[in-house]
């Protein structure tokens, strides 16, 4: 069965604009959880959203977004961009809640470069 | 002090060595991730364990929760074993993760 898609891989934006990122999970899975990584800070998480609703939010400022669809499929999305949030962002699907117990599995990651 | 310390930070072995990588985080956890990172980005999952040890082929986890301590081995080790390895804590819906151990296998 097909993995966890993310679209697009790879991205340039400019200082200010705003960027949506999008994951699609494996089929039944219901649980997405969004991370960030960087060269300096490394993997952070950013958020996880299980049916539709978010269940935990990592330390990022406001401007970071996402949400859930009733058919699994996940959105982030980053508002007013800064230098900094240039990073890989990764998506990952697990069938019930990330950590309870379930396997995550990984996309293979958006590319964002903030110029 | 991080919560998440991982060691070492660089591991350069030759292909059949034993290796080991070890993590120690400061909370209570309720599982903890180890993941492989290859280069380009992708991650995999390798193991999620709560207690005691899993084998998994030539890869063998262990945890002690008391002691807030995982340790990742990889028997007879082999060049397509070289990758970032991540071990990631998790507890109240908040998985935070290690710097990570970079290993290269040379044969």
Same mark, same amino acid.
């Given at each position: ?5 993310? !679209? ?11 960027? !949506? ?31 539709? !609703? ?57 590319? #964002? !470069?903030?110029? | ?44 999952? #390798? ?11 030539? #890869? ?42 970079? #290993?290269?296998?040379?044969?």
């Amino acid at each position: 069965k097909a993995g966890v898609t993310q !679209t697009p891989r790879y991205l340039i934006k400019t200082r200010g604009q705003q960027v !949506t990122l999008s994951c699609s999970p494996i089929s039944g899975h219901r649980s997405v959880s969004w991370y960030q990584q960087t060269p300096g800070q490394g993997l952070q998480f950013l958020f996880e959203y299980f049916s539709e !609703t978010q269940r935990n939010k990592g330390n990022f400022p406001g401007r970071f977004s996402g949400r859930q669809f009733s058919n699994s499929r996940s959105e982030m999305n980053v508002s007013t961009l800064e230098l900094g949030d240039s990073a890989l962002y990764l998506c990952a699907s697990s069938l019930g809640a990330q950590g309870a117990g379930n396997t995550i599995y990984f996309g293979e990651g958006s590319w #964002l !470069t903030v110029v | 002090k991080n919560e998440v310390e991982q060691s070492p930070q660089n591991l350069t072995a030759q292909e059949g060595e034993f290796i080991t990588i070890n993590c120690s985080y400061s909370v209570g956890i309720s599982a903890l991730h180890w993941l492989q990172q290859h280069p380009g980005g992708g991650i995999v999952s #390798l193991f999620m364990l709560s207690s005691g040890k899993k084998k998994h082929g030539r #890869l063998i986890a262990t945890i002690n929760i008391q002691e807030k301590h995982s340790s990742l081995h990889i028997t007879a080790s082999h060049p397509r074993d070289s990758a970032v390895y991540i071990c990631a804590p998790y507890n109240n819906n908040d998985m935070r993760f290690g710097a990570g151990t970079r #290993l290269t296998v040379k044969p």
